[in-house]
């Protein structure tokens, strides 16, 4: 059993059960007969206190859940060692249902919304996030937000984070990511997706990222890991800038993979270890479990093995 202090917490708040459906063939207006299905406890949140146990640290899952389906998603973590703490609403928590093609490996998704945050609820949560916190500890605050939720939400998080002496670390999109910048995170980790809706600008080349990454630092983000999918990421903490890219591989899947490339780096982070170390972790733990969709039970071999076929290139800022 893993003794180690809980000094990780992840935060969830618009979480969901993605359920998958495997169909012969998807056709319209006809009833579908599913060959295989699963549930996946899903928030990039949970994905990050996966990755972070696998790499050999405690995590704790927070948020808000609802109905059957919270408890589900609530038993489910706790099965997988994960503890957590959520705070209960009256709405059902979402489940996004994702109908899979196998003859053609398409697919077709539909996300709900999420469940209502009342303002009670809120207060809850801020009041539970309060006994937690304490100096040195890191928070990772991910995903959309929650129908109730202002912009400002994770904003407003990472100065109470900041005040006890925490690390506040952001992985989000759209108002709320914008909102949170200025809160000068200590780190953030957008896609070129979120860069281009941040800039205006889409990410085509290398320098592109490196002034997307420029934005980043001048919106308020105190480090970036801005990443760039099978091309790695490029990391910075405001004067040291590095690319660090994989080798070419073949994939499994791509979805998760980021999620397990910031749990890279927030525990490369955790360990004191340098920028270049730090990008190494994140883009390392991220290639792994794109080969096979999850990362080992014990992952530290085989990331550090990854680590060995990177090519990192320092940057100049």
Aim: with cysteine; hydrophobic share 50%.
């Amino acid at each position: 059993m893993n003794t180690l202090p809980l000094n990780i917490f992840t935060v969830s708040v618009n979480p969901a059960i993605d359920l998958f459906l495997d169909v012969p063939s998807i056709a319209f207006d006809e009833v579908l007969r599913a060959t295989g299905a699963r549930r996946v406890w899903a928030g990039k949140g949970f994905n990050v206190s996966r990755a972070v146990q696998r790499l050999g640290a405690n995590s704790m899952a927070l948020g808000f859940i609802g109905g059957f389906a919270g408890m589900a998603i609530r038993a489910g973590l706790e099965a997988e060692g994960i503890p957590t703490d959520f705070v209960p609403v009256e709405d059902e928590t979402r489940t996004n249902v994702m109908v899979v093609d196998q003859a053609t490996d398409r697919h077709i998704k539909v996300n709900q919304a999420g469940a209502l945050v009342s303002e009670a609820a809120q207060a809850e949560f801020l009041a539970r996030v309060r006994r937690h916190l304490a100096p040195g500890d890191h928070w990772v605050l991910t995903g959309s937000l929650a129908p109730g939720l202002d912009s400002a939400f994770y904003a407003e998080l990472i100065k109470l984070i900041h005040a006890s002496g925490a690390v506040a670390i952001l992985d989000t999109s759209g108002a709320a990511l914008r909102c949170g910048c200025a809160a000068r995170p200590d780190l953030v980790k957008p896609n070129v997706v979120e860069a281009r809706d941040l800039t205006g600008a889409s990410v085509k080349s290398m320098a592109d990222a490196q002034r997307a990454v420029e934005a980043f630092h001048a919106a308020g983000a105190q480090r970036v890991a801005l990443s760039l999918g099978a091309d790695g990421l490029v990391y910075s903490d405001g004067v040291t800038m590095v690319h660090g890219c994989p080798p070419a591989l073949r994939v499994r899947t791509a979805v998760g993979a980021g999620d397990a490339l910031l749990g890279g780096l927030v525990w490369a982070q955790m360990q004191g270890k340098s920028t270049t170390e730090v990008a190494c972790w994140g883009v390392a733990t991220g290639a792994v479990y794109a080969l096979a969709d999850e990362l080992p039970c014990d992952a530290q071999p085989a990331v550090r093995q990854m680590i060995e076929r990177l090519t990192i290139t320092q940057l100049k800022p």
